[in-house]
């Protein structure tokens, strides 16, 4: 059985030999969750002047270090105006936030260093009275240069970079109205079971509700894709195989349940027949062993990958954590794909123990006594509980050993 490292270093060499999806050009109002398909340049500078940032006056620095305080008022720039006049020593501009900076300025004195009221006309005279020692009044006070921010033709995010709504204004201030983004992968999403109902639905005596469809499609949604409902699938050949057989024209085809080694379990056997190439079956992880991951390249038309997933809710969610959402990143041209544990300590003895590293539902502790960096295991009853999930705001992994954890210990955390 191979370790879930051996699994990544799989999925980075499968995936990422494979073609990369199509670009394609969407708005930017669209564009939050996409991930570039080529890096967004500036054309402009930011800000694209020298600029005031208060409301005041702009002066010659060196009129304020040699003690001058009464200057002649030569125009008011407001922000969207350009300036008419050139300061030189003794005379000033009143100038609001935002607003370019007149020639022979470098720096402004607040407002409130005057002798005049916030909203008072702007008057023929001022008298200025910077609070300090005058020497500490230098070139670029209260402004900002041209391009110091940030200059025209430089890189603002690189191709592969996800776009987050934190991210929109910025790409709207260097005028990426549309952005050139990966096409989304198409993912199938086929639940199997003869005991699954669907959640709209009270089950009978044996049944229970389909819990891994909705939460699949949700977590690859999330993730970017496009999801195909393939409804759920019914533990016999005739039906799994017409049913995967549509999944198989999608980018990602996700199965959940009929994985392992039950008598029911026909999905390795039927994604065999159908020519798809094994990369592997089962990794060494608790919980989500039973895991297959394979390949289907036809000829003539896309590959699809293919992920069956064990069928008890938590396995499956871990597997879509570990696995199908890096291959998703890969797909996308995404930089970092693998998934990433932050250091963090128990905030609790934890008896969890056995030969397969641990992913265990888990917050960041409540407690305000709590260690800096502590996570709280929840009670869990093992993958088949998702009422702890519930309460989990992400895993946190606990290596394969022998020995009981103590509070206090080293242990890496995966925030949701
Ligand atoms: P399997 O992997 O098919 O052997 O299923 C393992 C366990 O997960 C069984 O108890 C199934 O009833 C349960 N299970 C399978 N599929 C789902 C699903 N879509 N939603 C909720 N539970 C499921
Ligand atoms: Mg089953």
């Known amino acids: 059985m191979i370790s879930v490292e051996e699994a ?33 340049v500036s054309d402009v500078d930011s800000p694209p002047h020298d600029k005031s940032v208060m409301d005041g006056f702009a002066v010659a620095s060196r009129d304020i270090r040699d003690g001058v305080t009464d200057f002649r008022v030569l125009e008011t720039i407001v922000a969207g105006t350009m300036p008419t006049q050139t300061i030189s020593s003794g005379t000033t501009s009143r ?4 607003a370019p900076m007149p020639p022979g300025a ?3 004195v607040m407002v409130e260093l005057s002798n005049i009221g916030y909203n008072a006309p702007t008057p023929d005279e001022v008298t200025l009275n910077w609070n300090g020692p005058v020497e500490n009044f230098t070139a670029g006070k209260h402004a900002m240069n041209r391009a110091q921010n ?3 033709n430089q890189i603002i995010f690189p191709a592969g970079h996800t776009i987050r709504a934190v991210d929109v204004g910025l790409l709207a201030e260097v005028g990426a109205a549309n952005v050139d983004v990966s096409r989304m992968p198409s993912v ?3 639940p199997t079971g003869d005991e699954l109902v669907d959640c709209g639905l009270l089950p009978g005596d044996s049944q229970i509700r389909n819990s891994n469809g909705p939460m699949l499609k949700a977590i690859c949604q999330n993730s970017g894709a496009e999801v195909v409902d393939l409804g759920i699938g019914a533990d016999s050949v005739d039906d799994l195989t017409a049913k995967i057989k549509i999944g198989l024209d999608q980018d990602v085809l996700l199965l959940s349940g009929g994985v392992s080694a039950g008598t029911m379990d026909l999905v390795p056997g039927i994604l065999k027949s159908l020519g798809v190439v094994q990369v592997f079956h089962k990794v060494k992880v608790k919980p989500g062993k039973p895991i297959f991951f394979g390949v289907l390249e036809p000829a003539a038309s896309k590959p699809c990958l293919v992920f069956g997933l064990p069928g008890n809710p938590v396995s499956s969610l871990i597997g879509v954590h570990l696995f199908v959402s890096m291959a998703l990143r890969i797909m996308t041209g995404q930089k970092s794909c693998r998934p990433v544990g932050r250091p963090a300590v128990l905030s609790a003895p934890h008896q969890t123990r056995g030969d397969r590293p641990t992913y265990w539902p888990g917050r960041w502790a409540k407690d305000p006594s709590a260690a800096p960096g502590a996570v709280e295991p929840l009670r869990w009853n093992g993958s088949s509980d998702l009422f702890s999930l ?8 606990m290596a394969a050993r022998k020995e009981p954890w103590a509070a206090g210990e080293q242990v890496f955390y995966f925030p949701f």
């Open 8 to 40: 990544f270093e799989f999925i980075e060499q499968r995936v990422g030999g494979l073609p990369q999806l199509d670009a394609e050009k969407i708005p930017l109002s669209a564009s939050v969750g996409r991930v570039l398909s080529r890096a967004i």
């Open 95 to 98: 100038i609001m936030t935002g």
């Open 106 to 108: 470098d720096a402004v």
């Open 150 to 152: 940030f200059a025209k």
């Open 188 to 190: 199938a999403v086929l």
């Open 390 to 397: 519930g309460q989990a705001e992400g895993l946190i992994l």
